[in-house]
Structures are given as structure tokens and as C-alpha cells.
């Protein structure tokens, strides 16, 4: 599976945009895009996923760059139970190899 | 409707002893997947199973651990003679597609 790069740590204010970068530039015309989360002692929950084109959930949205090399996970107003560890995962098979993620902190 | 279900929640073992860990997936779910975590660290790939087939056990640790599917449901992790560093939670997923992984809250495994 093609390697992501991810920030270790970012930190955001509650009620504010947060912008979460993965870059992937090895990445592959099959592979999907995967972003998981996971809060202090749960086990990772799914928040999105694409291949070319940007998507939005209720969740999040993920912004594909055009060369597909790096992605963005948007969180459009963060919330203090956002705080977890985000994944990004390059995958075209079944197999999802987690990297150590962006841990993320969200202020009062 | 349920989730994914794992049991025991928390396991302490003394070193040497077997172990097994149970993974009850989401009704529906031809495949299932086994992680683990240790403490402060990532989610290490063990296993995965399409229907009651594992076509991949390359990230297993030793041959102390093996696994297993029945009825295309409910999967066993079993680890012989435990050792102190196979201490971590063991986490499993399943899903009906390979785009979307539903997590079980885990087995904490401590072995003294």
C-alpha cells in the first residue's frame, strides 16, 4: 500500500474550520483515499473516503488535489468530541494498513 | 442496530497461558478483519477473512497466534503460550464492502 505523510498533532478552536493535510504522492490510479478517527479509547470509526472527485458526508469532506497527491480532510466546525487521532489510509485492496494518524486537539 | 462485538473486554493472563479472543461482526458482513494496538502505538494488521477464508494472514506475528472464522460469522484470535509484549488491545473490524470498516470496541489483553 502507497505511504501517506501526515502532521502528528494539530489543534483547533471549537466552532472553527479544521483543515487535517495527507499527502500521498506515490499514490496509485486504483487506490482509494480513506479517513478514520479514533477517540481516546475506542476503536477507530470511519469518517470518509473517495477516489477522484471531492465528497461530502455528515461527517466531514474530503478535498482531492487534481494530481490526487495530497487530500484534505475538512471538518467544517470542530467540536470538543472531535478530538481523536485521524487516519489517513491509502487502500485499493482489502487490507488497510493504519499509519500513526494526526492527533488533533480541539479547545474550548 | 448492533454494532461489532468483541469479548471479553479485558483479558490478564499470566505468561504462558493460551487465550482467545472473540469477534461477533455485524449480521451481513462477509469480511472481518483483526488489529491490534499497543499502547501509545498504531494499529498493527493481523488478519483478515473474505466469507470463513483468510487470504491474507501475512501480518500474524508468530505462529503463536492463528485465527479463525465459522459460518461466515463469528472469528476466534488465539494466541498460545502468551508472551508480555503480545499486552495490547486487540481491535476488530468487519464490512460488507472494502470501503467502509465498522470497528469493535476491543479486547484489552495484559499478560503478566
Known amino acids: 500500500d502507497a505511504k501517506t505523510t501526515q502532521p502528528n498533532s494539530m489543534e483547533s478552536n471549537e466552532e472553527e474550520p479544521v483543515h487535517l493535510p495527507c499527502n500521498h504522492s506515490?499514490?496509485?490510479?486504483?487506490?482509494?483515499i480513506h479517513w478514520y478517527r479514533q477517540l481516546p479509547s475506542q476503536g477507530p470509526e470511519y469518517v470518509i473516503h473517495?477516489?477522484?472527485s471531492n465528497v461530502n458526508n455528515r461527517m466531514a469532506s474530503l478535498a482531492i488535489a487534481e494530481d490526487r497527491k495530497s487530500s484534505t480532510l475538512i471538518l467544517h466546525r470542530a467540536t470538543l468530541r472531535d478530538a481523536a487521532v485521524y487516519y489517513c489510509?491509502?487502500?485499493?485492496?482489502?487490507?488497510?494498513?493504519f499509519g500513526t494518524g494526526t492527533r488533533l486537539q480541539v479547545f474550548p | 442496530g448492533a454494532g461489532v462485538s468483541q469479548s471479553p473486554s479485558n483479558k490478564v493472563t499470566e505468561k504462558g497461558k493460551d487465550v482467545e479472543l472473540r469477534c461477533d461482526p455485524i449480521?451481513?458482513?462477509?469480511?472481518l478483519y483483526w488489529y491490534r494496538q499497543s499502547l501509545g502505538q498504531g494499529l498493527e494488521f493481523l488478519i483478515y477473512?473474505?466469507?470463513?477464508?483468510?487470504?491474507?494472514k501475512s501480518g500474524l506475528p508468530s505462529d503463536r497466534f492463528s485465527a479463525e472464522r465459522t459460518g461466515g460469522s463469528v472469528s476466534t484470535l488465539t494466541i498460545q503460550r502468551t508472551q508480555q509484549e503480545d499486552s495490547a488491545v486487540y481491535l476488530c473490524?468487519?464490512?460488507?464492502?472494502?470501503?467502509?470498516?465498522?470497528f469493535g470496541p476491543g479486547t484489552r489483553l495484559t499478560v503478566l
Open positions: 473490524a468487519s464490512s460488507l464492502s472494502a470501503l467502509e470498516r465498522f
Open positions: 489510509i491509502l487502500s485499493n485492496t482489502d487490507k488497510l494498513i
Open positions: 506515490t499514490i496509485s490510479g486504483t487506490d482509494y
Open positions: 477473512f473474505q466469507g470463513n477464508s483468510a487470504p491474507d
Open positions: 473517495g477516489l477522484t
Open positions: 449480521s451481513g458482513h462477509t469480511a
